[in-house]
Nanobody, 118 residues
């Protein structure tokens, strides 16, 4: 079992910044095969990928956050971060941390609310 604890959400004005953190704990082995990422879900919309990162540091971003968001990871702490800059009202959503390992399975955090006011 893997537990994910997220932090860092909140209310910010447009153009502002927030940093999300997600710490994984539990039975974590073979860290080199694990992908961690962030998804978001706005009201009335489906959950969508924001960015993810492999243990080797390879990253993937969706177009609407490129050049604004940066995902990073500390393998020693089993923690993934999402630095969000130049936030827009359209970024308002619940952000979920995701952990996937071929031996551990797929896990979700409880979600953290990000609200961007105009």
């Amino acid at each position: 079992q893997v537990q994910l604890v997220e932090s860092g959400g909140g209310l910010v004005q447009a153009g502002g910044s927030l940093r999300l953190s997600c710490a994984a704990s539990g039975t974590i082995s073979r860290i080199n095969r694990i992908i961690m990422g962030w998804y978001r879900q706005a009201p009335g919309k489906q959950r969508e990928l924001v960015a993810d990162i492999t243990s080797g540091g390879s990253t993937k971003y969706v177009d609407f956050v490129k050049d604004r968001f940066t995902i990073s990871r500390d393998n020693a702490k089993n923690t993934v971060y999402l630095q969000m800059n130049s936030l827009k009202p359209d970024d308002t959503a619940v952000y979920y941390c995701n952990f996937y390992g071929p031996f551990q399975g797929n896990y979700w955090g409880q979600g953290t609310q990000v609200t961007v006011s105009s």
